[in-house]
């Protein structure tokens, strides 16, 4: 079975400092790894993902991540945040087809 | 391309009440899944299809029916509301071995039983 845990429940952050939401997960088999955003009131965007390849990823509105196998992590990465970056996040495992497995999610509130 | 649609936004029941959470997506994908989502709890899945006339259970399926009749549309049965049902329900699909292989999101129905 997949599992994934998110390691903060909540991250408040001052605009334009740096940010790492942090993920690890759990598998016997390889995996592709995700991370989704939720606004207030609205449904999941895809920010970005790794399938194979370059362990580094780059993805929407300034965002990366790293996977790495050995540690089993996934965090997401963003160098300098904006006001508009407060929201959810959502880290999730699938192996090919399978359904995603979510974390719980950490809140993401970037302070003036 | 409209992508993952979902019906009603909002939607109050009463205990014992039963209604359907419409899913409909025009990508022409062959899997689909229904996720709730509870506060501080993630997304968990109900129940998810890898095509029409296929179904099968997820991780809290208890409480809920589902059919898949054609690729289109994926509907979420309650047959009898309970308060533990109130969440925000989400459909999405998937292409698989498409080249993204990202799973799309309808914008949520969000249900309260009372």
């Known amino acids: 079975a997949q599992s994934v845990t998110q390691l903060d429940s909540q991250v408040p952050v001052f605009e334009e400092a740096p940010v790492e939401l942090r993920c690890n997960y759990s598998s016997s088999v390889s995996v592709y790894l995700f991370w989704y955003v939720q606004y207030p009131n609205q449904g999941l965007q895809l920010l970005l993902k790794?399938?194979?390849?370059?362990?580094l990823v780059k993805g929407i509105n300034g965002f990366e991540a790293e996977f790495n196998k050995s540690q089993t992590s996934f965090h997401l990465r963003k160098p300098s945040v904006h006001i508009s970056d407060t929201a959810e996040y959502f880290c999730a495992v699938s192996s090919g087809n399978t359904p995603l497995v979510f974390g719980k999610g950490t809140r993401l509130s970037v302070i003036a | 391309n409209a992508g993952v649609t979902q019906t009603p936004k909002f939607r109050i029941l009463k205990i014992g009440q039963s209604m359907t959470l419409q899913c409909t997506q025009d990508m022409n994908h062959n899997y689909m899944y229904w996720y709730r989502q509870d506060p501080g709890m993630g997304l968990k899945l109900i129940y998810y299809s890898v095509g029409a006339g296929i179904t099968d259970k997820g991780e809290v399926p208890n409480g809920y029916n589902v059919s898949r009749s054609t690729t289109e549309d994926f509907p979420l049965r309650l047959e009898l509301a309970a308060p533990s049902q109130t969440s925000v329900y989400f459909c999405a699909s998937l292409r698989p071995g498409g080249p993204r292989n990202e799973q799309f999101f309808g914008p949520g129905t969000r249900l309260t039983v009372l």
């Open positions: 790794y399938l194979s390849g370059s362990t």
